[in-house]
């Protein structure tokens, strides 16, 4: 169980361009859903967290209107990057928080999409 | 002084040895300890879960937990190549938000 499909997990596209990332639990609800990023060799960034049904609250440094979070649903999260330069070129990884809270405090992770911006 | 602090490496041992991984970190609210392994270009997949204080044991991992000195552990037996991998810590105190360690680069060679 504690299944997270994220989607897609590699995408190129052109700057200027906007992308959109889904992430799933597949088998859980998740009332909590966080986006990181991470590039190579280094430990994962917290980028939001985002509540289903109301606006995600963004770490320090990261521009909202610029990575668009939308959690509708107790099982769907996305995250839009807009208007893509390569300077976003990263690995976005999402993960999701079991509904319930105490033994279901921990997060169960995406796979991953590796964003490549032209 | 970061919450959580762990060794980034990295570790190379033989195939069969006991890898022993650590972290340490500053706040003594933290109740839930997890670790992560993570392959390269793949999100962490989540190894072990304790609650407080104690031991777990799962098939060759243990993960242990000392909350009176602010240190976990994760330890694997008869290491694996397939284990190559790199290894995260992350705590929480209500599960509202998490912290994670840098990683701890693991190569097993056979």
């Known amino acids: 169980g504690a299944v997270v499909s994220q989607h897609p997990s590699r995408v190129i596209c052109k700057s200027g361009t906007s992308v959109k990332i889904e992430c799933r639990s597949l088998?859980?609800?998740?009332?909590?859903m966080f986006w990181y990023r991470q590039f190579p060799k280094q430990s994962l960034m917290l980028m939001a967290t985002?509540?289903?049904?109301?606006?995600?609250?963004?770490e320090q440094g990261v521009e909202k209107d610029k990575f668009l979070i939308n959690h509708a649903s107790l099982t769907l999260s996305t995250l839009t990057v807009t208007s893509a330069h390569p300077e976003d070129s990263s690995f976005y990884i999402c993960?999701?928080?079991?509904?319930?809270?105490?033994?279901?405090?921990?997060?169960?992770f995406g796979a991953g999409t590796r964003l490549s911006v032209l | 002084q970061k919450e959580v602090e762990q060794d980034p490496g990295p570790l190379s041992v033989p195939e069969g040895a006991i890898v022993s991984l650590n972290c340490t970190y500053s706040?003594?609210?933290?109740?839930?300890f997890m670790w992560y392994r993570q392959y390269s270009r793949k999100g962490p997949e989540l190894l072990m879960y304790?609650?407080?204080?104690g031991n777990k044991e799962d098939g060759r991992f243990t993960a242990q937990v000392d909350k009176s000195s602010k240190y976990i552990s994760l330890f694997i037996r008869d290491s694996q190549p397939s284990d190559s991998a790199t290894y995260l810590c992350?705590?929480?105190?209500?599960?509202?938000?998490?912290?994670f360690g840098t990683g701890t680069s693991l190569t097993v060679i056979p």
């Open positions: 088998d859980f609800q998740a009332t909590t």
């Open positions: 304790t609650y407080s204080s």
């Open positions: 706040n003594s609210a933290f109740q839930y």
């Open positions: 985002s509540n289903e049904g109301s606006k995600a609250t963004y």
């Open positions: 993960s999701a928080r079991p509904q319930g809270g105490g033994s279901k405090n921990i997060q169960y």
């Open positions: 992350a705590m929480s105190q209500s599960g509202n938000q998490f912290y």
